[in-house]
């Protein structure tokens, strides 16, 4: 069962998500909240896996409870106001639904939750590394890392280049998707870049061939990429 919280300014929102909650068989919406600093100290005390939350409030807030939250914890924003779409998905939402929404939209919704959720509980730390989850097109992508080329950084998101499949763009630091990732396996090779160390076509001082791509390796990154060729090149 999904623990669930909701906070929005509009008491009639709030008797929507309920009743929409209460007829499901997944969601417990274990309480509901008009004002955001008590449900902050509520999530503190009760850890959710779901929030439904009002964008406005939340931008209004200065964004204090998002800063509280783990970082795999759900967010689906609500809104009236289309324009802050795309503030949601910046902001790592699993969705965004747009006020007045129906039972059948906030079912799609709650159930990306579901899976993202479900994802989190029922794999081990040593299983989840043999995947990669982020949030991508509106939802939730899990990517095998065998099929990746390489990762490539763009200010505030990252280019997950796969084999034979469209690119996925994430918002991610390369210091969070390198986290999630087997770091005997993809290296760093610069500030731009992660590369699979099984997918080097080949490599020189300065640069390394991958996919057909020519990388400069970075000073900062070159001592240790050169230790973990010559031991990888060892076995």
Not at 31 to 42: P, Q
Not at 185 to 210: A, D, H, L, Q, T
């Amino acid at each position: 069962m999904i623990k669930a919280i909701a906070i929005d300014n509009d008491s009639t929102s709030l008797a929507t998500l309920k009743s929409m909650c209460d007829k499901t068989d997944y969601i417990s919406l274990e309480k509901v909240f008009t004002d955001h600093e008590k449900a902050l100290k509520y999530i503190r005390k009760f850890p959710v896996d779901l929030v439904f939350y009002d964008i406005k409030m939340c931008i209004d807030s200065g964004k204090k409870l998002l800063d509280n939250q783990e970082q795999n914890n759900c967010i689906i924003f609500t809104s009236k106001d289309s324009k802050y779409a795309a503030d949601a998905f910046d902001m790592n939402a699993v969705d965004f639904l747009m006020k007045p929404f129906s039972e059948t939209r906030f079912e799609v919704a709650t159930q990306k939750a579901s899976k993202y959720i479900s994802y989190l509980h029922n794999n081990s730390a040593a299983e989840q590394s043999d995947k990669l989850c982020v949030r991508a097109d509106y939802g939730l992508k899990i990517l095998n890392p065998s099929e990746i080329l390489f990762l490539e950084s763009l200010g505030d998101y990252v280019t997950i280049f796969l084999e034979n499949q469209k690119k996925v763009i994430t918002k991610s630091t390369m210091y969070g998707i390198h986290k999630k990732l087997n770091q005997q396996e993809f290296i760093r090779v610069n500030r731009s870049y992660i590369i699979p160390f099984s997918r080097i076509e080949s490599f020189g001082k300065r640069m390394i061939s991958i996919a057909g791509k020519e990388i400069t390796i970075g000073d900062t990154y070159r001592k240790t990429i050169s230790n973990l060729l010559i031991s990888k090149s060892n076995y």
